[in-house]
């Protein structure tokens, strides 16, 4: 391991590190900082011996929060937070290389405020700002976001670790330590907002959603910086549960879900299935929830709603069962069940097709599979703006027997 350290410094990507350098971080690890971990119980071997980035960076923030650690790191031109943050960094690369974790390291770096309404959640109150929206520092610098059942938060894809049995993906964390390792109030702050929402969350079994950052996270390491560099940002394709969260000490466990199966069996399916399960307002959200249920395929039909709720007295927009998408997907075949073509099949080797309201939910149609047909991407346009949309939607009903007129 440690002459892969030594290596990956010398033909760091950023920048290089000379010769005296890899020698200076590789003597800090194995010696001085070493000796702390074991003195306070961090841990028993040699620092370099870490495997896994998240490991390493709950050992290193308890060292930075050392006197002796802090006092020699001043003396020492920063020796010991920067061995400490170029280790980090070594870890994280070599992580990256595993195909599960890869997946989910962000490659772009998205605005937050995109991020945000990528989850559901309404930004419209952004704009109340002298600035442009996305920089309005009432929200663009907070951590976690909260609307009713939808949270999502910011995390670190150096915090993510990997069973490397199992292939799952989770990571621990806690909010109160990072505050209590501040000394910037509204950091404090906005560590303790953040704590506050994910305990409520576990509580009530809402999944979440995460925003995966990746950058410069010297600020752990170093009391001189102020703050970490975001580099990219990602809002990740699936849910994440809160696992755990332990209300005395603020430890929680969050776990990528990719699978709806992996709910089976644990105390907390149930309410997970009902969160799935409950409408929204929100496309994206509708189709993250649809595609993290479990299969409906052979189960009888959800009653759905007769009167689908308005999401305001100034907009049309209605809330939507992910179980009667779900349903339709599961139970309808490989075609069309408009012009009763074969559907295409997306990379995950499911079949892509589009869920259409006979009577438009706009028009006070119910959202139930008495209502909907699955359908192919050209038949949904054309049942909506085609010229001979009357006489489709007649045939869909001489066709389908579960439709039922509105």
């Known amino acids: 391991m440690i002459s892969d350290f030594e290596d990956w410094m010398k033909n760091r990507p950023e920048k290089p590190l000379s010769e005296s350098s890899v020698k200076k971080y590789v003597g800090a690890l194995n010696g001085v900082l070493t000796d702390w971990a074991r003195k306070t119980d961090s841990f028993a071997g040699k620092l ?17 929060q050392l006197p002796e650690f802090k006092a020699r790191d001043l003396t020492g031109n920063k020796m010991y937070s920067n061995a400490l943050a170029r ?40 704009a109340n700002y ?34 490397e049995v199992s292939g799952e993906i989770f990571l621990d964390f806690n909010l109160r330590e990072i505050a209590d390792q501040r000394t910037i109030s509204v950091q404090i702050k906005r560590a303790l907002a953040a704590d506050k929402i994910i305990a409520s969350a576990f509580r009530l079994g809402y ?13 752990r390491f170093d009391p001189e ?64 929830r649809v595609s993290s249920l479990a299969s409906f395929s052979g189960q009888p039909p959800p009653e759905g709603k007769k009167k689908p709720a308005k999401k305001s007295k100034y907009s049309n927009s209605r809330e939507r069962c992910p179980l009667v998408k779900r349903w339709l997907l599961d139970n309808t075949g490989s075609e069309c069940e408009c012009c009763e073509q074969q559907v295409f099949k997306k990379e995950d080797g499911t079949l892509y097709k589009e869920v259409h309201h006979v009577k438009q939910l706009s028009q006070n149609g119910s959202d139930r599979v008495s209502n909907a047909v699955a359908i192919c991407a050209n038949c949904h346009r054309e049942l909506h703006y085609g010229e001979n949309r009357r006489q489709l939607i007649e045939s869909l009903y001489l066709k389908i027997p579960r439709l039922l007129r509105e």
Not at 132 to 159: H, M, R
């Open 48 to 64: 370099s011996d870490v495997q896994h980035p998240a490991e390493f960076n709950r050992i290193a923030q308890k060292l930075a």
């Open 87 to 126: 280790f980090s960094e070594f870890l994280t690369a070599r992580l990256s290389q595993n195909p599960h974790a890869s997946r989910m390291q962000p490659k772009i770096k998205e605005r937050l405020i995109d991020c945000v309404e990528a989850a559901g959640l309404d930004v419209s109150d952004w």
């Open 207 to 219: 999944l979440i959603r995460v925003i995966m950052q990746s950058g410069n996270l010297d600020v």
């Open 130 to 163: 002298r600035g442009t929206p996305a920089s309005n520092p009432k929200y663009c610098y907070e951590w976690c976001f909260q609307q009713g059942e939808l949270v999502v938060i910011n995390l670190w894809y150096d915090d993510i670790d990997l069973d």
């Open 225 to 288: 910086i102020s703050s970490a560099a975001v580099k990219f940002r990602e809002l990740d394709s699936c849910y994440w549960e809160i696992r755990s969260y332990d209300e005395k000490d603020g430890n929680f466990r969050l776990v990528r879900v990719t699978d709806p199966k992996l709910f089976v069996s644990r105390e907390n399916a149930e309410t997970h299935s009902r969160f799935l399960a409950s409408p929204t307002y929100d496309r994206r959200t509708l189709d993250l």
